[in-house]
């Protein structure tokens, strides 16, 4: 079984992917719903920066993401947790022992100061950003800034849970505006694209995830919101 297959499962059972009728931030209603605030205990965090950990080699050992990645950082405030445990499992799973930081939402003006919590990133270091799902790329917005203005890094690329592949601010999707205005290249464990391929009359500890008629509205939504 692959790791992307074994995440689309590990994200069932954590309740981290669900379907059923939702409303998005946006407004949007939606068959199918992610929320990674749903992963609660350190067994669950363990795998989940495994599977992070796991795209992130798949993507070096493809040439897509530089080999000379130094720093992870994960934008507040669900980046922190998977910032966090994709350092842990790329140390202790692959050998791989790189730096993590964080932003605070707001600065420090005590203390050591400063809005950057953890490895301080440097000149020529090779930063990947960690981050749950992107719908409109806010975070990357707000969040790159911080980590270029700190010093001369490069960012290697966007790791995250699912590619939603919606539209974002225009005609381009969120991930597709994130490469043309900073050029960053978004790396997705999965995308909704697979999720649909892989679990469509798929049973998971005995129920079906995706039948018919879940899998006819996530066509629709594909068709009316997507590309």
């Known amino acids: 079984m692959s790791y992307k297959r074994e995440f689309m499962e590990f994200m069932v059972r954590s ?5 059923g009728d939702f409303i998005t931030k946006s407004g949007r209603r939606t ?4 929320n990674t605030g749903n992963y609660k205990t350190g067994k669950q965090m363990a795998r989940l920066g495994h599977f992070y950990a796991e795209c992130i080699m798949d993507n070096i050992d493809k040439g897509r993401i530089g080999a000379d990645a130094s720093v992870l950082f994960g934008p507040a405030y669900k980046g922190i947790p998977i ?14 022992d790189i730096g993590f930081c964080f932003n605070r939402k707001e600065a420090k003006d005590h203390g050591e100061g400063g809005s950057i919590v953890g490895c301080d990133p440097k000149d020529g270091d090779s930063v990947i950003i960690v981050e749950d799902v992107i719908t409109a ?15 001369k890094v490069c960012v290697s690329g966007l790791v995250i849970s ?7 601010n225009g005609e381009l999707t969120a991930v597709q505006e994130i490469k043309e ?18 679990l469509y009359d798929c049973r998971i ?20 919101y997507c590309l």
Do not use: C, H, K, Q
Request: charged letters at 30%; a negative charge.
């Open 205 to 224: 500890d005995g129920n079906i995830i995706i039948n018919d008629m879940i899998r006819e509205r996530m066509e629709e939504y594909l068709r009316v």
């Open 162 to 168: 699912v590619d939603r592949m919606e539209r974002g």
């Open 31 to 34: 068959p199918y719903f992610i």
């Open 83 to 96: 910032a966090v445990a994709t350092s842990m499992a790329l140390s202790s799973d692959f050998g791989r």
């Open 15 to 19: 309740g981290a992917l669900t379907f």
């Open 181 to 198: 205005e900073f050029g960053i290249e978004t790396f997705p464990i999965v995308t909704v694209r697979e999720i649909i391929e892989e």
């Open 137 to 151: 790329g806010t975070s990357v917005r707000e969040t790159l800034p911080l980590i270029t203005g700190r010093a």
